[in-house]
T-cell receptor
Framework: EAGVAQSPRYKIIEKRQSVAFWCNPI?????LYWYQQILGQGPKLLIQ????????DSQLPKDRFSAERLKGVDSTLKIQPAKLEDSAVYLC????????????FGPGTRLTVL | GENVEQHPSTLSVQEGDSAVIKCTYS??????FPWYKQELGKRPQLIID?????GEKKDQRIAVTLNKTAKHFSLHITETQPEDSAVYFC??????????FGTGTRLQVFP
């Protein structure tokens, strides 16, 4: 079974620039999550999609972060403009349906903002 | 909202010894408690989970216990091996709510 795919794996940008991350979940998984993992901390949920609808985006900094899952499959997360404190690993995960179904994580995108 | 505390932040054990990591949660409505293992530079991987209708679950050398009254749950690894060295995260959620992760425990197993 193919896992969750993410790209790029690494990205270095300067502050105030824009960046976008892509995620392809496991086939058939209805629920997709974007997490931010700052070094030395646990993952923090940014946004959760159920098919193409947003279930929870309460911790997404909406003034600079946006995400979409237009066809209920792939998703993109965008940061515009980036700040130094956005340096982190951005993890995408998917689960069959509910939050309490096993969440499978992608390899993550390591973002460095200079 | 839910808050998850995890202890200790680092744990060093000798190969063959047992390791125990403890987490407490704040929301009594939480009913799902997974544990993830994350090796350096890699993705978190689920190693075991427990739901609130059971008190203990075991999978080979790994076990998790849940005390709903005290709102804490623990990960037990027996006969530790060097390949168990990683960061372990606990998490808690309600059925329709997001997973809240603990701050992680760095486990080092010395041969």
């Amino acid at each position: 079974e193919a896992g969750v795919a993410q790209s790029p794996r690494y990205k270095i940008i300067e502050k105030r620039q824009s960046v976008a991350f892509w995620c392809n979940p496991i086939s058939g998984h209805a629920t997709l999550y974007w997490y931010q993992q700052i070094l030395g901390q646990g993952p923090k949920l940014l946004i959760q999609f159920q098919n193409n609808g947003v279930v929870d985006d309460s911790q997404l900094p909406k003034d600079r972060f946006s995400a979409e899952r237009l066809k209920g499959v792939d998703s993109t997360l965008k940061i515009q403009p980036a700040k130094l404190e956005d340096s982190a690993v951005y993890l995408c995960a998917s689960s069959l349906d509910l939050v309490t179904d096993t969440q499978y994580f992608g390899p993550g995108t390591r973002l460095t903002v200079l | 909202g839910e808050n998850v505390e995890q202890h200790p932040s680092t744990l060093s054990v000798q190969e063959g010894d047992s390791a125990v990591i403890k987490c407490t949660y704040s929301d009594s409505a939480s009913n799902y408690f997974p544990w993830y293992k994350q090796e350096l530079g890699k993705r978190p991987q689920l190693i075991i989970d427990i739901r609130s209708n059971v008190g203990e679950k075991k999978d080979q050398r790994i076990a998790v216990t849940l005390n709903k009254t005290a709102k804490h749950f623990s990960l037990h690894i027996t006969e530790t091996q060097p390949e168990d060295s990683a960061v372990y995260f606990c998490a808690a959620s309600m059925k329709t709510d997001k997973l809240i992760f603990g701050t992680g425990t760095r486990l080092q197993v010395f041969p």
